[in-house]
């Protein structure tokens, strides 16, 4: 079974300020890892996604994210915060077999003080 | 080349009503997978359809059922809607069942009375 775990329902950080976003998952076997953002009434919006190459991944609009088999982990950064930045953020799992659904964490509220 | 939509945006029903939402597909797509975000949450995989036929479903009852028509356009369809049947449902597509971005749309606002 797959799984993610998102940290943190809420996470508050200042204009230009690193972004941090946790998400760890349980996968039986190997996991493909994606990162989607989502705006007020709107749908999701793919960041990045891990598919087994490089271990850190760039997506849009500065993020990137890095794959830790050893900790189980995919945190979402960004090295400075843009007021644009506040959503929604999900992290979610899926595997390279069968129908390629997404298992989805419960998200993390991002707010940016200007 | 156009997104993925779905209709209506918003939706009003009552408990034990049926409901029918729709997704067009993106241009070229030929998977679409349907999603439940009940308010607060990440969304739930209900099912997906591949060239017309099921392929994969989540955790949600025979109630919840779908199509998928030759032109790769699907419909959600829920009998006997719940009260926890309040939910944006989201659709996505993508080309083939690999791991292949997934495009989602707007999503459509129920609310269930």
């Known amino acids: 079974a797959q799984s993610v775990t998102q940290l943190g329902s809420h996470v508050s950080v200042s204009e230009g300020a690193l972004v941090l976003l946790r998400c760890n998952y349980s996968?039986?076997?190997?996991?493909?890892l994606f990162w989607y953002v989502q705006y007020p009434n709107q749908g999701l919006q793919l960041l990045l996604k891990y598919t087994s190459a490089a271990t850190l991944v760039k997506g849009i609009n500065g993020f990137e994210a890095e794959f830790k088999k050893s900790e189980t982990s995919f945190h979402l950064t960004k090295p400075s915060a843009h007021m644009s930045d506040a959503a929604e953020y999900f992290c979610a799992v899926s595997v390279r077999t069968g129908a390629n659904n997404l298992f989805f964490g419960t998200g993390t509220r991002l707010t940016v003080i200007p | 080349e156009t997104g993925v939509t779905q209709s209506p945006t918003h939706l009003i029903k009552t408990r034990g009503q049926q409901v029918t939402l729709r997704c067009s597909s993106q241009?070229?797509?030929?998977?679409v997978s349907w999603y439940q975000q009940a308010l607060g949450q990440g969304p739930q995989f209900i099912f997906q359809?591949?060239?017309?036929?099921?392929?994969g479903r989540g955790n949600f009852p025979p109630r919840f059922s779908g199509l998928q028509f030759p032109n790769y356009s699907s419909e959600l369809n829920v009998n006997a809607l719940e009260l926890d049947d309040s939910a944006l449902y989201l659709c996505a597509s993508s080309l083939g069942t690999g791991i292949n971005e997934q495009f989602f749309g707007p999503g459509t606002r129920l609310t269930v009375l």
């Open positions: 359809y591949y060239r017309e036929e099921e392929n």
């Open positions: 996968s039986s076997v190997p996991p493909y």
């Open positions: 241009s070229g797509h030929n998977t």
